[in-house]
């Protein structure tokens, strides 16, 4: 539980809001690498956190970001020609560079008169299939962190952008580390027959509601680890531990191993939502594991557009949403389905934004179950509270390379110092 100042403090992301400064002292995800693959090719609006910016990719490759609002007249940048290593205003034919350098001003008669000012761009890296921009002050961009999935062939992973609308950011993060939804509300997979790392990674957890859920707080966010018991095949029970991580403030390590979640504010009620999943020998990108993977999670192209989730038509009308209850299909519940709804992602779409777009956590009864929810709370505000005290905190530094989610069974489950520090290497 949360009062409504603590609630709004963790769930507000405007420039000048705490945690909106906050998460503006990290590099964010903004896009995958495929929504802006071409040189020249078309620019994109992106949204974070309540600003909106023009992406383009420039004759030479490089990605630039800049306001979306030309700095002329205000004009949207993302209605612009990319041409000639620059982006340039329809209105009045202004170009700028990538580093939002004005190249050209056409409509003005001094050649100097460009040089006095700049439109204001944002440092971006591209790795790892995706792209990234810094939006705090300048004198404080942190270390650019390096994940492991950076380091496998562009074949060997995939990632997956979805845009979830209706929905506070740390809403969706929540389910990620909520163990015991995924046996109740995802029960429906569960009965399906499929070998990919997704289906073999939930299977066990189908068989124990209430896991024993343990939680550590770390210099990165925290580890939660949900034991369960688990049928063996001669008629025992061995534990499983499931081990996954939120590596604040916008990752999160699944249990199933090289898989995150990445979590990113678009506006207090809209959110970014991506899953990347990689493998050293594996070729997940390429077919026929591409669509295994993506058919598994519900998370195919068709299903994106039909669930009113995919990037670029999330804000058509009409789409499944709280008033027309997501148009779950009551017809298949009757038949033996629990949802109605698209078994997993779908499920986590609906049932987080159906609580309204920013939960009202003052009216919440947390169980022994929510250890994970709470101390997510607790890792947020403390963020937000120490950039607000000009403090430095260590998941500004975190090391990627060195954190992990997993799943092993033991003999007996040792959990608590042991276990935590054991993964933390
Ligand atoms: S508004 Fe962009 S060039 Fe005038
Ligand atoms: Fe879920």
Redesign the pocket.
């Known amino acids: 539980m949360l009062s409504h100042a603590d609630n709004m403090k963790m769930c507000q992301t405007g420039r000048g809001t705490p945690m909106g400064e906050a998460l503006r002292r990290f590099w964010i995800p903004v896009l995958l690498s495929e929504q802006l693959s071409e040189p020249d090719g078309p620019p994109r609006r992106l949204e974070i956190m309540g600003e909106t910016f023009a992406a383009f990719r420039n004759t030479d490759g490089v990605v630039g970001i800049l306001d979306e609002?030309?700095?002329?007249?205000?004009?949207s940048?993302v209605l612009?020609r990319v041409e000639g290593c620059g982006i340039?205003?329809?209105?009045?034919?202004?170009k700028f560079a990538v580093d939002g350098t004005i190249m050209e001003?056409p409509?003005v008669l001094d050649p100097r008169f460009k040089e006095k000012f700049r439109a204001k761009s944002y440092p971006v890296r591209e790795e790892g299939g995706m792209i990234w921009m810094y939006m705090g002050p300048a004198e404080l961009e942190p270390p650019f962190p390096h994940w492991p999935y950076f380091d496998v062939p562009a074949e060997n992973r995939l990632a997956v952008a979805f845009v979830v609308d209706e929905c506070n950011f740390v809403q969706l993060g929540e389910a990620l580390v909520d163990s015991s939804h995924l046996t109740i509300l995802h029960k429906d997979i569960f009965a399906r027959d499929s070998d990919t790392v997704v289906a073999v990674a939930v299977k066990n957890a189908g068989a124990v509601a209430a896991p024993k859920i343990e939680v550590q707080e770390t210099d990165f966010g925290l580890y939660y680890a949900a034991t369960r018991a688990v049928p063996t095949e001669d008629g025992g029970t061995v534990d499983e531990v499931r081990l996954a991580t939120f590596v604040a403030p916008f990752h999160y390590h699944n249990a199933n191993g090289n898989f995150l979640g990445i979590i990113v504010p678009m506006t207090d009620t809209r959110t970014l939502h991506y899953f990347v999943w990689w493998d050293e020998e594996k070729q997940l990108g390429l077919e026929p594991t591409r669509s295994a993977i993506l058919r598994d999670g519900n998370l195919t192209e068709e299903l994106l557009i039909q669930m009113g989730t995919h990037p670029d038509t999330w804000f058509l009308p009409d789409k499944p949403n709280r008033m027309n209850n997501y148009r779950q299909y009551r017809e298949a519940m009757k038949n033996g389905a629990w949802t109605g709804i698209p078994p997993l992602v779908p499920e986590d779409v609906v049932i987080l934004s159906s609580s309204g777009a920013i939960r009202d956590r003052s009216k919440e009864i947390l169980a022994p179950a929510d250890i994970g929810v709470a101390r997510l709370y607790r890792v947020f505000l403390r963020l937000a509270d120490a950039i607000a005290n000009g403090e430095e905190p260590s998941a500004l530094y975190s090391n990627p390379m060195t954190i992990a989610g997993t799943h092993f069974l033991v003999p007996e489950a040792r959990l608590g110092r042991i276990l935590f520090q054991s993964m933390s290497r």
């Open positions: 609002q030309c700095c002329h007249r205000g004009a940048l612009g340039r205003c329809l209105f009045h034919g202004w001003t409509n």
